[in-house]
C-alpha cells in the first residue's frame, strides 16, 4: 500500500510557475554583460544515447530557451545595444537541429522494421506540367467499372 501512494506522488506535479512573463527574459544577473557563459551545444551522438522522453522534454527546454534568446535579441535591437553572447542562440539551434535529427533517424528506424519503406510514403521524382522536379506521392486508384 504504502509502495503505491508513493507512485502516485511521484505522478503527482504540484509545482507552480511563478515566473510568468520573466521566462521570455535573460537571468537579471546577466543583463548588460558582454559574455555569458553557456555550454557547448548537443550533439547527435549524445543525443542518440537519450529515451525518447529524456529527448521530449529537452526539445521543449531548448524552446523555450529559443524563445528567451529571441526576445533577448529584439530587445537589444529595439535598445540599439549588442545582444550579449549572440553564439548561445547558434548553440540552441544547433542543438535543436541536432535533436531533431536523431528523433528523424528514429522514425526511419521504426518505419523501416515496421514496413520495410525507408521513405514515409512512397513515391517518385517526376516532372510537373510546369516543368519542376517534384515528389509525387503514389495512391491507390479505383477505376469504375
Not at 12 to 26: M, N
Not at 70 to 90: N, W
Not at 118 to 143: H, L, N, Q, T
Request: charge should be positive; proline fraction near 4%.
Amino acid at each position: 500500500m504504502a509502495e503505491t501512494k508513493r507512485a502516485w506522488c511521484r505522478l503527482l506535479h504540484t509545482t507552480l510557475s511563478t515566473k510568468g512573463l520573466e521566462e521570455f527574459f535573460d537571468d537579471p544577473k546577466n543583463w548588460g554583460e558582454e559574455k555569458v557563459k553557456s555550454g557547448a551545444s548537443w550533439t547527435c551522438q549524445q543525443l542518440r544515447n537519450k529515451s525518447n522522453e529524456d529527448l521530449h522534454k529537452l526539445w521543449y527546454v531548448l524552446l523555450k530557451e529559443r524563445n528567451m534568446l529571441l526576445t533577448l535579441e529584439q530587445e537589444a535591437k529595439r535598445q540599439s545595444l549588442p545582444m550579449p553572447s549572440p553564439e548561445r542562440l547558434e548553440k540552441v539551434i544547433d542543438s535543436m537541429d541536432a535533436l531533431d535529427k536523431v528523433v528523424q533517424e528514429r522514425e526511419d528506424a521504426l518505419r523501416l522494421l515496421q514496413t520495410g519503406q525507408e521513405k514515409a510514403r512512397p513515391g517518385a521524382w517526376r516532372r510537373d506540367i510546369f516543368g519542376r522536379i517534384i515528389w509525387y506521392i503514389v495512391s491507390a486508384v479505383v477505376f469504375p467499372r
